[in-house]
């Protein structure tokens, strides 16, 4: 992973990730996550191999001057990997990660700071699989809210809930990606053949009627 301080221009960028070992067969990293409230918390996962399985890594001096001394350490989590992550809004070591490996082990687990949590409840009656996005949203919505996109579209559970539900007016397809944009209060979802769609997110604090559009 390397950085640039200077707008990515020529000979600025330097890496970050000179203190991490890698495995033998492996020379690139897969996925990196930034908290949104913290620029010096970042997450990073690496691509398992057939004999190793993949690593998280975390790092919290993300942004020290000299870029040989950012520090990464092992970030441990559950059920062997983990396929997407999103960071809280509000506080950089609290996260949600969906994990599925396509046998049909999926689950949605919290990490709360200090220990892990199993948010999967009825995903496995509802027969969701083939998790690949999750995006949590305490901004817009301040009660809390998590989206989890897949194979049958997206699904949404509330803060303190325990039933995973449908979101209406979104194809019922693979959910390649989510993103929140809170500049126009907006969750969008990438769906494999039906193109890029767009919900508003629902804000507890008002009642004005909810548009979905596709493209």
Not at 54 to 60: D, E, G
Not at 110 to 115: A, E, L, P, R
Not at 169 to 191: C, F, H
Request: glycine content about 8%.
């Amino acid at each position: 992973v390397y950085r640039s301080r200077e707008l990515g221009n020529d000979n600025t960028w330097h890496p970050i990730t000179t203190g991490i070992t890698m495995h033998d067969t492996l020379k690139h990293f897969y996925k990196l996550y930034t908290s949104p409230n913290n620029a010096d918390v970042m997450y990073m996962r690496d691509l398992a191999t057939k004999w190793e399985p993949q690593r998280w890594f975390k790092t919290t001096n993300a942004n020290n001057t000299d870029p040989n001394t950012v520090t990464w350490t092992l970030f441990p989590v559950p059920k062997k990997g983990g396929d997407d992550i999103s960071v809280d809004s509000r506080n950089p070591n609290v996260l949600w990660i969906v994990h599925n490996n396509w046998r049909g082990d999926t689950a949605v687990l919290k990490f709360d700071g200090t220990s892990w949590h199993d948010l999967t409840y009825n995903l496995k009656d509802l027969h969701v699989y083939g998790l690949t996005s999750i995006v949590h949203d305490n901004l817009i919505n301040p009660n809390g809210r998590i989206y989890a996109g897949g194979f049958r579209g997206v699904y949404y559970l509330d803060d303190g809930a325990t039933q995973w539900t449908l979101m209406d007016g979104l194809p019922n397809v693979k959910i390649n990606q989510l993103e929140i944009d809170y500049n126009s209060g907006k969750l969008r979802a990438s769906t494999y053949g039906r193109g890029l769609w767009e919900a508003p997110l629902p804000n507890t604090q008002c009642n004005l009627p909810v548009v979905i559009t596709g493209d």
